[in-house]
Each structure stands twice: as structure tokens, then as C-alpha cells.
């Protein structure tokens, strides 16, 4: 059964950063496209960050060059290093093994002063 589990949320002041985690189990990591979605209350969940295959990367233009996603396959993992957070990007953060039904229970994120 794949199962996906994010880590890493809290909270943080605008100028901060964080580091979410996505641990992959029960399917081939390797290769496989992933992503990252947020939602904040009263709006439509939506894509971040993705990585596909030769780890070619996808941003929104709301967090290009603040936000970085990555991945360990060793550790079946993948990673949004996020910079320069403001209080627009409070959300709950999920990932996704793209395009599919597989989704994280989500984390949260508050930037806030």
C-alpha cells in the first residue's frame, strides 16, 4: 500500500524558512514524478512545487526562487526547502505522488509575526 507522510511544518516570521519532508513507502521512488500542493482556508488546493523524471523542476510563479524542491532516493523522500516565507504562503502543505490518488495527511505552515 503506498503511503506517503509529510514532516516538517510549524510555525514561523515572514523572512524564515522551513524544510518539508515527504517519506515514500510502497511504491517505486525512483524516477517517479512528485509534487507539492498547498491549500489555505477558503482556497482551492494548489501545486507548488514538482519534480519529474532527471529531476527536472516545476515551480508557481508565487514561489519561484524562494522555494526549492528536491529528492533523496535512497531515502525514498522527497524535500521543499522553503525560503523567504511571508504570510501568504500559510497553508497546509501536502505531497503527492503526481497525478494519482496518493496524497500525504498534510502539514501546516504559519508564517506570521
Known amino acids: 500500500q503506498v503511503q506517503l507522510v509529510e514532516s516538517g511544518g510549524g510555525f514561523v516570521q515572514p523572512g524564515g524558512s522551513l524544510r518539508l519532508s515527504c517519506a ?7 524516477g517517479v514524478a512528485m509534487a507539492w500542493y498547498r491549500q489555505a482556508p477558503g482556497k482551492q488546493r494548489e ?5 519529474f523524471g ?5 515551480y508557481a510563479d508565487s514561489v519561484k526562487g524562494r522555494f526549492t524542491i528536491s529528492r533523496d532516493n535512497a531515502k525514498n523522500t522527497v524535500y521543499l526547502q522553503m525560503n ?5 504562503d500559510t497553508a497546509v502543505y501536502y505531497c503527492n505522488l503526481w497525478r494519482t490518488a496518493y496524497w500525504g495527511q498534510g502539514t501546516q505552515v504559519t508564517v506570521s509575526s
Not at 501545486?47 to 519534480?51: D, E, P, T, Y
Not at 523567504?84 to 501568504?88: A, F, G, T
Open 24 to 30: 515514500v513507502s510502497g511504491s517505486y521512488f525512483s
Open 84 to 88: 523567504s516565507l511571508k504570510p501568504e
Open 47 to 51: 501545486l507548488v512545487a514538482a519534480i
Open 54 to 58: 532527471g529531476d527536472s523542476t516545476n
